[in-house]
């Protein structure tokens, strides 16, 4: 797989029937591994143990529904009371971050309504503080760690 700009870390992948899979330790099952998985699981281990998030508030692919449509977050951090926190969006390495990712994230908060919002291909992460009383988000260097 792509090296990323996160730390390494190390996973248990099989392959199955010409397949790759990876353990995801917060599903705890093995899943498909493509490009975005990829990601998804290196940016889960960098929020455990680089940001010190608990994996009790970390959920993977998050169902919502959006003008009568399923959607699903890749990933969701609640704080301590049970409400979403932060939105990370991953994409694939070899998918350029455009407005079109941070549209959809934005779609996502208009729900959820989290403080924090991030867009990822493992390459380029971009990350923002909503601001609901201008009604945008302000881009930062980084997330906070877990406070």
Excluded at 59 to 80: G, P, S, V, Y
Excluded at 94 to 100: A, P
Excluded at 115 to 131: A, D, P, Q, R, S
Aim: glycine share 2%.
């Amino acid at each position: 797989m792509t090296n990323l700009n996160l730390p390494t870390y190390s996973f248990k992948i099989k392959s199955k029937e010409n397949k790759l899979y990876i353990f995801d330790i917060l599903r705890k099952k093995n899943v498909v591994l493509t490009p975005e998985e990829w990601v998804r699981q290196n940016y889960v281990q960098y929020l455990i143990h680089d940001k010190k998030y608990p994996k009790t508030l970390i959920a993977i692919e998050k169902q919502l529904k959006i003008n009568h449509l399923i959607k699903r977050t890749d990933i969701l951090i609640f704080d301590k009371n049970g409400n979403p926190h932060i939105i990370v969006e991953c994409k694939a390495p070899s998918i350029k971050i455009t407005q079109d990712a941070f549209d959809q994230i934005a779609r996502y908060n208009l729900k959820l309504q989290a403080k924090y919002l991030i867009v990822t291909n493992g390459l380029e992460h971009f990350y923002c503080k909503m601001n609901y009383q201008q009604m945008k988000y302000d881009f930062l260097k980084e997330i906070p760690n877990y406070p």
